[in-house]
């Protein structure tokens, strides 16, 4: 089974708005963290945010935003104010802390177009 | 602080032959370092855990004597790709474990294209 699940290949934006990129998982650890990644046309992974699994508070950096519904296991990323350049590719990550250490496991990814 | 830094960025090499990427944490030691590839469109793939002095960790299906890892230094692991074929063409990424063990510092990625 997927651990990290992203169901949306691709999503469009108008600039200045809101977008929300999904994220579901799948874990049995009780303690675990979920990240966000963008990942440029460059290449370079830039982290985001990060969401602890025992946070009772959703994390926001900035124009960032988890939506963290663990009873669903969802771990969605909100971009307020949406710029040009939010336009990338961007990753859903989790670490289980019991079941894999430090690794982190992947989803497949959203790459969102900005348009103007 | 927490930069990590890829060698080459780009590199072009000859079916058959060997490359090296280094992979080096700049202002931190990193016990742990991760190596990854990505293919065109396709998400970040783990490889293997690179731990500094002991033989790296493997995942399912990545050829150990293919994929050479060394971490012989706190702040250098290396990936060599032995005998490359033409579908070993891919982005390759390595990250470094900061020294709370617990966030990924990312480098900026490797670009390799064998002809």
């Known amino acids: 089974a997927q651990k990290i699940t992203q169901t949306q290949p691709g999503m469009f934006v108008q600039e200045k708005e809101a977008v929300t990129l999904d994220c579901t998982y799948d874990?049995?650890?009780?303690?675990?963290?979920l990240f966000w990644y963008k990942q440029p046309s460059s290449g370079e992974m830039i982290f985001l945010i990060y969401?602890?699994?025992?946070?009772?508070q959703n994390a926001t950096e900035g124009r960032y935003s988890l939506n963290f519904q663990k009873a669903r296991k969802s771990a969605n990323l909100v971009i307020s104010a949406s710029q040009l350049g939010d336009s990338a590719m961007y990753f859903c990550?989790?670490?289980?802390?019991?079941?894999?250490?430090?690794?982190?496991?992947f989803g497949e990814g959203t790459q969102l177009t900005v348009n103007p | 602080g927490a930069v990590v830094s890829q060698h080459p960025s780009w590199v072009i090499c000859k079916s058959g032959t060997s490359v090296k990427i280094e992979c080096r944490s700049l202002d931190f030691q990193a016990t742990t370092m991760f190596w990854y590839r990505q293919f065109p469109k396709q998400s970040l793939m783990l490889m293997a855990t690179?731990?500094?002095?002991?033989?790296?960790?493997?995942e399912q299906g990545v050829e150990k004597d293919k994929f050479l890892i060394n971490h012989a230094s706190l702040t250098l692991s290396t990936l060599t790709v032995t005998s490359a074929h033409p579908e070993d063409s891919s982005f390759y990424i390595c990250?470094?474990?900061?020294?709370?063990?617990?966030?990924?510092?990312f480098g900026p990625g490797t670009r390799l294209t064998v002809t």
């Open positions: 990250s470094a474990l900061g020294t709370d063990y617990y966030e990924q510092y």
């Open positions: 969401q602890g699994s025992y946070d009772e």
């Open positions: 874990t049995s650890d009780q303690s675990y963290g």
């Open positions: 690179s731990n500094e002095g002991s033989k790296a960790t493997y």
């Open positions: 990550a989790m670490r289980e802390r019991e079941t894999s250490g430090s690794r982190l496991t």
